[in-house]
């Protein structure tokens, strides 16, 4: 049976984890026509998708071959997408030792994977005009540290274009012992500040950061160190410190469909928490609302796009 004309979606690390989830719940809408899954490696995708069509009753899912933390790639998966999307899900994202290493691009991994290949991708579409409504980028509460996980949060002494560089290429930690956990953050934060300076550049559409929060059921803690993975898949969840998979995916949907979510806002849990109701999280750090560490942010991205 044809699916009647609607809305498309397109979602990147779609194939696992929360993203799978978020296509998940997206099909479940009647108003959702087609889901894009951008995802790295085509048997994974291929799975995925025989997955959700299984479990949502809907034949709406089309594959993307992208790596997010590959430019070219994203470029190429871009040009292979028919037509516009109305929402953008930036979803891909990696973190632990291996991460600060350097990519052909002269970027750290951490952040080429969870910033520079989403900016590539959403101003692609935009400089297309094809994006339709919003494009949501996937946060964390690593932005200002979980003092409960002994994460730090990102501290700059400027917040200078020159400074969020730094991080984008590894430098920061040149005299630095390096911290896998303050990288993340750090790319984590620096998207956030991209994400508002976009708003601010385009009102007619929405552009919102929110956390997905501490979420059991994922590949996040793949990488991370085995004391990490233990505390992330049991104590965690016992504690009563993280949400299962379709909280944390239905926080990004909420991003795409609740429209009392404001354009340039990030959203997160509350301060001190890991889950729990969304919050803006400009409202403990008021450096995420400063226009010009949102134009620092923009600058320092194009310094390593070509």
Not at 91 to 114: E, Y
Not at 280 to 295: E, S, V, Y
Request: hydrophobic residues 45%.
């Amino acid at each position: 049976m044809r699916e009647l004309p609607g809305k498309a979606a397109l979602i990147t690390g779609a194939n696992a984890g929360i993203g799978k989830d978020v296509a998940r719940q997206l099909a479940l809408r009647p108003d959702m026509a087609r889901i894009y899954l951008a995802c790295r490696n085509q048997d994974r995708a291929t799975a995925a998708k025989a997955e959700l069509e299984a479990g949502t009753g809907r034949r709406i899912f089309d594959i993307v071959l992208m790596d997010v933390a590959d430019p070219g790639s994203v470029r190429a998966g871009l040009a292979g997408i028919d037509g516009s999307v109305d929402a953008l899900v930036m979803n891909a994202g990696v973190i632990g030792p291996q991460t600060i290493d350097l990519t052909a691009d002269g970027v750290t991994t951490v952040f080429a994977t969870n910033v520079l290949g989403h900016v590539v991708l959403l101003e692609g579409l935009l400089a297309e005009d094809r994006l339709g409504e919003v494009a949501v980028f996937a946060g964390s509460e690593a932005v200002r540290g979980v003092p409960k996980l002994r994460m730090k949060g990102p501290s700059f002494v400027s917040t200078s274009a020159d400074e969020l560089a730094a991080v984008i290429d590894g430098s920061y930690f040149a005299n630095r012992k390096p911290d896998f956990n303050l990288a993340f953050g750090q790319a984590k934060y620096i998207g956030a500040l991209w994400m508002a300076y976009l708003a601010r550049q385009h009102p007619d559409r929405r552009f919102i950061t929110v956390s997905p929060g501490n979420t059991t059921g994922t590949h996040a803690a793949s990488d991370l160190p085995l004391p990490m993975r233990i505390a992330a898949k049991y104590v965690m969840p016992t504690l009563g410190l993280s949400h299962k998979l379709d909280v944390g995916a239905k926080r990004l949907v909420d991003g795409v469909t609740d429209p009392s979510l404001s354009s340039g806002m990030f959203y997160a849990s509350a301060a001190n928490t890991l889950k729990g109701p969304l919050v803006n999280q400009a409202d403990f750090l008021p450096d995420l609302a400063n226009p010009a560490f949102q134009a620092n942010a923009d600058e320092a991205i194009h310094r390593f796009i070509s």
